[in-house]
């Protein structure tokens, strides 16, 4: 199903941040890189898995826009981006009022029937 929103994301877009989402890892690296910045390095001290899979991880998170990284020193430090979030979220809103308006369409047609 498509819809048609007002939340400026192609259907690229929206694919890539619902597969970046998708994974607990990644939803854990935005979580912590939204509260504050951290180095790929630091980050990878936190997971069970190799600093290699860390940077994939970060750079599937990059390519959504849910992530961005600059360099300081000699360190890459990564950070959320809130504004993606916030677009991926009024997609969700307008899914959710397509659904509640389905919905009370329902509650109404039943309604209208005695039981």
Known sequence: MVV?????????????????????????????????????????????????????????LEGAGLVTKHPQGRERLVR????TIARAQRLLDELELIWRSRVERLDALLAEYPS
């Open 4 to 60: 048609d929103t007002d939340t400026e994301l192609t259907d690229d877009e929206i694919d890539r941040i619902f597969h970046a989402l998708a994974d607990a890892t990644r939803r854990d690296i935005v979580r912590r890189t939204l509260v504050g910045e951290a180095s790929v390095s630091r980050l990878a001290e936190s997971y069970d898995m190799s600093f290699a899979a860390v940077q994939k991880h970060v750079a599937v």
């Open 80 to 83: 959320g981006n809130p504004e």
